[in-house]
């Protein structure tokens, strides 16, 4: 539907031809949306989704007290990329607590409270370390755009919600199709454990919440999303990188880095944007089996060399399972001690003798001779 409506703005102004907008039409609608849906709509369907169901925790001290730092923004390589992980923290951990009172599956809460502390964490670190204030005003302005929106129309942070998490699989796919690109730009594991997590529970989050709209209310949604975050990597980061890291930013390779996050940023937002328009607008279903390859890769390639190898976090069983399995165990029946069948005494001794206790004089008494033959 966009692309139409540009094209036929286009049209309108630039009185272009009829076959020139057919053409416009083919090479930004129908060639991209064919390629996006063959890439990640057309697996397997009958194979189930089997990711094991985690919480992460650091595996010595507290959340707060993890190593965030953070050499690419330290050393001035890829400045803009390392703004981009600072605000996409920002932008996305107040989302998150309003995903953790919405949802009513206990993973995706348990592992989004968790995703809101880790990037409170190393805001707070980067802010101190290097003087950006990306949780002093960037993630406490975006916390109060959020709220707004909670007290006065709750709908606006649903729907952004549901976009989001519709959104999340397109860019782990991506990175799990060009790890390269993940190691040159992020090179962090506070993303690479994100996104892990983001693929984990992304089937549950859907499936709560993109089947709550109406066409109308969805295409908002969508358009309003995307506005959010095309201001966010194209507006906030650029400025950002250029108030606060000046002297990595007006230098020839940061030109020249400069351009090259437009262009790579750019075309992962096209790929989301294809991929969130099949998957959220028009309901196309992903395949079990590409979610199972999106996870398997993205692990091999990027979790593990992030996060598992160097031994970051203890992997343990949501709370929800442990306590559903209590609760079962609360309501089963108690076992019959066998004990108590086999070998335990009688509780006392009879006081008179029965009828069918018989002693060895009694039986030879009772017996009759034998009579001969």
């Known amino acids: 539907m966009l692309p139409i409506i540009v094209c036929w703005l286009f049209f309108r102004i630039t009185e272009t031809s009829v076959p020139d907008i057919g053409m416009i039409l083919f090479l930004v609608w129908v060639i991209p949306t064919a390629l996006v849906y063959w890439l990640m709509f057309s697996g397997d369907r009958s194979k189930k989704v089997k990711i094991p169901e985690v919480i992460r925790v650091p595996k010595e001290g507290k959340i707060a007290n993890m190593d965030y730092t953070y050499k690419n923004q330290d050393e001035g390589r890829q400045i803009f990329w390392s703004v981009w992980t600072s605000n996409v923290n920002a932008f996305l951990s107040p989302y998150e607590i309003v995903l953790v009172e919405l949802t009513n599956h206990g993973l995706v809460s348990e592992q989004e409270l968790l995703h809101a502390k880790f990037g409170t964490s190393m805001n707070r670190y980067i802010e101190k370390t290097t003087g950006f204030p990306v949780f002093s005003k960037v993630q406490k302005g975006w916390k109060k755009f959020v709220n707004f929106f909670r007290e006065y129309c709750p709908s606006v942070n649903t729907i952004t919600l549901a976009v989001l998490e519709s959104c999340f699989i397109f860019l782990v796919d991506f990175f799990a199709r060009f790890p390269n690109l993940f190691h040159r730009y992020v090179g962090h594991w506070m993303m690479a454990y994100h996104l892990m997590e983001e693929c984990e529970h992304g089937h549950y989050t859907t499936k709560e919440l ?70 959220f607008i028009f309901r196309c279903k992903i395949a079990d089996e590409t979610i199972m390859d999106v996870y398997d ?15 970051l976090f203890n992997n343990l069983t949501p709370k929800y399972i442990q306590k559903k399995f209590e609760e079962e165990l609360a309501e089963a029946p108690p076992t019959p001690s066998m004990n108590r069948l086999f070998s335990a005494p009688a509780s006392s001794t009879p006081k008179m003798q029965s009828k069918f206790t018989f002693t060895r004089d009694v039986v030879a008494g009772s017996r009759a001779p034998i009579a001969s033959k």
């Open 297 to 311: 890769r993205y692990e091999t390639h990027i979790y593990n060399p992030y996060c598992k190898k160097p031994g």
């Open 210 to 279: 993109n089947d709550e709209f109406n066409h109308f209310t969805a295409w908002f949604g969508y358009v309003w999303t995307l506005c959010l975050v095309l201001f966010m990597c194209l507006v906030l980061v650029p400025l950002h990188a250029i108030v606060y890291f000046p002297q990595y930013v007006f230098r020839p390779i940061g030109i020249f880095h400069f351009f090259e996050y437009i262009a790579t940023v750019m075309t992962i937002n096209l790929y989301m944007t294809y991929g969130g328009l099949l998957f």
